[in-house]
């Protein structure tokens, strides 16, 4: 590990042609290792953000490095989940899982028993031969993430990746990514809607406002017992929703004048 | 939910039964004559008459059909993944496609006689000319229907155009270019009877159905006729069948139209 940020915004700003201002003036440093989630009103640019990472889009001003380098070379580091899980719905599970390691041009025999690997870490160990229409909404999003894993990525984009499934699922795959985390140590940019999923997975949070979007606030998170799921039920954890939940309060009447 | 199943398989047979009493009612009432219209069992005493004969004929048309057939799915195949890739292409080229479609293939009959020369290349290229155009537009809608995200994904993960091509487009386009072909496989049997009564007689005529049609017309066979139509109808139906079995071949491991539910 460096000290060099991983990730690192300095003034960065974002307009979509002669549109109007979606992100101003974004300064903020990701060290590796980290967790960070971005939480924020609607159209406060959080996806916008991860797009630029990932040189989905590319910034309008200001600088943006990525592993240490501009983040169209930084492909090779990065992996993303997406709000959807963006199967291939004509290909397996395990075919899913290998399409990374397809593109990069990996051979096949390695290729399966690297997607099998995977999938037995998300607990998918017997779907490898099921087409995504016969997996529930939880499985399809175990199955994108074991997806997004197999590129051993140093940084992970999650653009909201639990926001369609219920509570319960949710609550479960908040633990067990921490679990695979463990496994396959990443970076974490995590966009999210729900405060509570933020604080129990981040090491920092990043409060937005909209309007342009701009940064709030910032808080790291740290808690004394270990993050599972007996720390739903903790006073600190409330306490951390309760000062989150009002920072966010606050970004919104922010943003609104 | 037993008994709503055996209305749901007797329907149509009922239906089928209806017709054919209006059939023999409109006879009856009207009096006509056999050699204006038949009854069903003269239609079937004339089919079974005719039998060597028609079953040649079907042959010779199924011959120009599956011809026509896989020339237009594979020129319409190709014509399609350049309109898919290259934007200039589709605007360049889509105005004259949609010229050619409106053509009626009749006008261009002499024509066609004239280039591809009567008989079965003749027949062939009307059979092309009317299954061409739904196998582009479909292959063509589909290439393009990839959704963004996936889109996204493939060039996030560095993948070259020939592989979005191939693992990503193709595949999206495969539901869209199976309904072209289903579209194209009733026209194709329609194509090459329509081809063999323009062109097929240019020559003298060695068979095919749309050439009996001509030929029992001018002899004024009208039950072989209608046996004739009979025989059309057949082929039809065995082509439909097999694009149709194609498409459940291709699909069903996969694709949501073949999702299976409880009730």
């Not at chain 1, 630029?52 to 001003?61: E, K």
């Not at chain 2, 993944?81 to 200039?88: D, K, Q």
Request: net charge positive; charged share 15%; hydrophobic share 50%.
């Amino acid at each position: 590990m460096t000290d060099q940020p991983i990730v690192q915004f300095r003034e960065v700003s974002k307009r979509f042609g002669a549109g109007p201002q979606i992100l101003d003036r974004i300064t903020l440093a990701l060290a590796e290792g980290e967790f960070v989630s971005l939480i924020g009103p609607s159209g406060c640019g959080k996806s916008t953000l991860l797009r630029l990472v990932s040189a989905l889009s590319p910034v309008t001003t200001g600088a943006l490095t990525v592993a240490g380098t501009t983040p169209e070379r930084a492909h090779e580091h990065l992996a993303y989940v997406f709000q959807e899980a963006t199967l291939l719905p004509w290909l397996t599970a395990a075919g899913n899982v290998e399409l990374p390691l397809r593109l990069r041009g990996v051979r096949a025999p390695e290729r399966r028993a690297k997607a099998a690997d995977l999938l037995a870490l998300v607990r998918l160990p017997t779907a490898s031969a099921l087409y995504p229409r016969q997996l529930s909404g939880g499985m399809k999003m175990r199955v994108s993430i074991a997806r997004a894993l197999s590129r051993e990525p140093r940084i992970l984009l999650l653009d909201e990746p639990f926001g369609a499934l219920d509570e319960i699922t949710r609550n479960h795959l908040n633990e067990e990514l921490l679990d695979w985390r463990e496994k396959a140590p990443f970076t974490a940019l995590f966009v999210t809607h729900s405060v509570a999923e933020a604080v129990f997975l981040s090491t920092r949070i990043v409060v937005m406002a909209a309007n342009p979007g701009r940064i709030h606030a910032e808080v790291p998170v740290e808690f004394t017992c270990a993050r599972t799921g007996a720390l739903r039920e903790r006073p600190e954890y409330f306490d951390r929703v309760a000062a989150v939940s009002r920072l966010l309060h606050a970004a919104e009447e922010g943003g609104a004048t | 939910m037993n008994l709503r199943r055996v209305i749901l398989w007797l329907s149509p047979v009922a239906c089928g039964i209806l017709f054919l009493g209006l059939w023999y009612g409109v006879r009856a009432a009207t009096g006509l004559q056999s050699w204006i219209l038949p009854t069903p069992e003269e239609i079937l005493h004339a089919a079974w008459a005719e039998r060597a004969t028609l079953m040649r004929a079907a042959g010779g048309t199924a011959l120009g059909a599956v011809g026509g057939f896989c020339v237009a799915s594979l020129v319409g195949f190709v014509t399609a993944l350049g309109l898919g890739g290259a934007r200039w292409l589709r605007t360049g080229l889509y105005p004259w496609l949609l010229v050619l479609q409106m053509t009626p293939v009749i006008v261009l009959a002499p024509i066609i006689v004239l280039w591809a020369g009567p008989g079965l290349p003749g027949i062939i290229t009307v059979t092309f000319l009317i299954s061409y155009f739904p196998i582009v537009v479909n292959t063509t809608q589909g290439l393009l229907s990839a959704d963004a995200p996936r889109v996204d994904l493939f060039r996030m993960y560095g993948a070259t155009r020939l592989q979005e091509l191939w693992l990503l487009r193709l595949p999206s386009a495969m539901p869209y270019f199976l309904a072209g072909l289903r579209i194209a496989a009733t026209l194709a049997p329609i194509g090459a009877i329509f081809g063999e009564y323009l062109v097929g007689n240019a020559s003298g005529g060695t068979g095919g159905l749309g050439f009996l049609v001509y030929t029992y017309n001018v002899q004024i066979k009208i039950p072989a006729l209608f046996a004739t139509a009979l025989a059309s109808c057949l082929l039809g139906f065995v082509f439909v069948a097999a694009i149709s079995w194609l498409n459940w071949y291709v699909l069903h491991a996969w694709h949501d139209s073949f999702e299976r539910r409880d009730r």
